[in-house]
Structure formats: structure tokens, C-alpha cells
């Protein structure tokens, strides 16, 4: 039997560093319709809906072809915790057998990238899984090393144990597992078998400031032009 896989694209109303930013205009385009566009654009959902505390999404959702879900109220203040707005999307979608966040706002992302998340999440038979930014840098805890050591010269770069860092694009959890852990230890994020997947988009941007949604737009205006080098030089 195929599993059901829906896509829930969450989208809190309040916002504290950038009032209201899933309706932001990007490029002339609210910024959670790029993750909604991504999500359907994927194939790989058999639902996709847009998750929120407030109908003023339910338009948006509806244009770019996704359904709307209105989270109880709740669960739309600042002091929620993910945990309990994933626990009750399973509870109100008890056909879903996994449950794929879509993060709205990480407008770079798209329909492959996903596709190839959750391939990988099915491949590799998780339980849970959130994408991430696979770096190999020198890394630091309270200044104490993590992938290098201070006894030795100085690592190159490409010797390091990567970093995964998350960047929240994609997250998936198998129904059984998440209610399983959440119903025995009040949280499920981690539950079962959990695994990384390393983005493989070139530019990581997820939008909390007014910033950030100016570089996004910029990258988005730039991110197919080609390299030109110092005239003379060969490649």
C-alpha cells in the first residue's frame, strides 16, 4: 500500500522581526507562494495545505493550488511550539501517514529539491528528517573545538568532518512514530530514525528580516547569470 504523504505549509500570521512576512511581496509575489508553488510543483504530496491561525491565507493558498487548513487559535501565538502544531495537523489529517513541512519562508527551494528529500527519506526508511546546510568549516562550541583540533596545523577546509547545519526547508516525520514519542515524552521532532539531508541549493536564505527578503530577491534576479573572468584568462 503507498503511503499518503501530505504536505503541510505552515504559515503563523504574527511575526516579530518582520511583521506579517509570509505575505510580503517578493518579485510581485506573496513570499509563502513560493513554498506552496515548490510543494505542489514536487508531485510527491497527496494534499498539500497551507497551515495557519488566521483565513487570510486561505485565498492565497487556493491560487496556487494548494488546500487550507486553520490551525485552532491557539496555536497561533509566538509561545508555540512546533511540536504542537505538527501533533495536531496528524490529529486533524488522521489519512496522512507522513507529515512533510515546507518551510514558506525559504523561497529558494524547489519542486526537485524537495522531490529529492523525500526520496531520501523513503530510501533510507526514516522516521524523521530535517534538511540541512552540509558545510566543511572549522566549528566552535563555547570555544571549544568540535571538527578540528587546536593540537595540530591548521586543518584544510576539505579535511574537516562537515557540519549539518539545519536550514529548516524540508521536514518530515512518519505518522506512527511522531504521535508515539510525542504521546509518551510531549515532543516527536526527533523521533524513530532520524537523519540530515543536505540542501543542495547554491544560496541557504530563510527570511527573518527585511534583509533578508531584499537578498533573496536580489539572488532570485541573479541566480542564472553566468561567471565572466578577468579578460585574458583562460578557463
Not at 514536487?42 to 495557519?52: H, I, Q
Not at 532570485?220 to 578577468?230: A, F, G, K, N, P
Request: aromatic share 14%.
Amino acid at each position: 500500500m503507498n503511503e499518503k504523504y501530505y504536505c503541510m505549509v505552515p504559515a503563523r500570521i504574527g511575526s516579530q522581526r518582520l511583521k506579517k512576512k509570509n505575505l510580503a511581496m517578493l518579485n510581485g509575489k506573496p513570499l509563502i507562494s513560493y513554498a506552496i508553488q515548490a510543494a505542489v510543483g514536487s508531485d510527491k504530496f497527496s494534499k498539500v495545505l497551507v497551515n495557519s491561525d488566521d483565513v487570510v491565507f486561505e485565498q492565497i493558498a487556493h491560487d496556487y493550488g494548494a488546500e487550507f487548513y486553520l490551525r485552532p487559535g491557539d496555536l497561533g501565538s509566538s509561545d508555540t511550539n512546533s511540536d504542537e502544531v505538527v501533533f495536531d495537523f496528524f490529529l486533524a489529517h488522521p489519512q496522512a501517514d507522513v507529515c512533510v513541512w515546507v518551510n514558506p519562508i525559504a523561497p529558494l527551494q524547489s519542486p526537485l529539491e524537495i522531490a529529492a528529500a523525500l526520496e531520501f527519506f523513503k530510501d533510507n526508511d526514516l522516521d524523521s528528517m530535517i534538511t540541512c546546510d552540509r558545510k566543511s568549516v572549522h566549528c566552535a562550541y563555547s570555544s571549544m573545538p568540535i571538527n578540528f583540533s587546536e593540537q595540530e596545523k591548521f586543518a584544510k577546509t576539505q579535511d574537516l568532518i562537515p557540519i549539518d547545519m539545519f536550514n529548516y526547508w524540508v521536514m518530515a516525520w512518519r505518522r506512527d512514530a511522531f504521535l508515539s514519542s510525542y504521546n509518551d515524552n510531549g515532543y516527536g521532532f526527533f523521533c524513530g530514525k532520524f537523519m540530515t539531508y543536505p540542501s543542495t541549493h547554491e544560496f541557504d536564505v530563510i527570511i527573518k528580516t527585511k534583509k533578508d527578503l531584499l537578498l533573496a530577491e536580489v539572488l532570485m534576479q541573479l541566480e542564472h547569470r553566468e561567471i565572466s573572468y578577468y579578460h585574458g584568462i583562460k578557463i
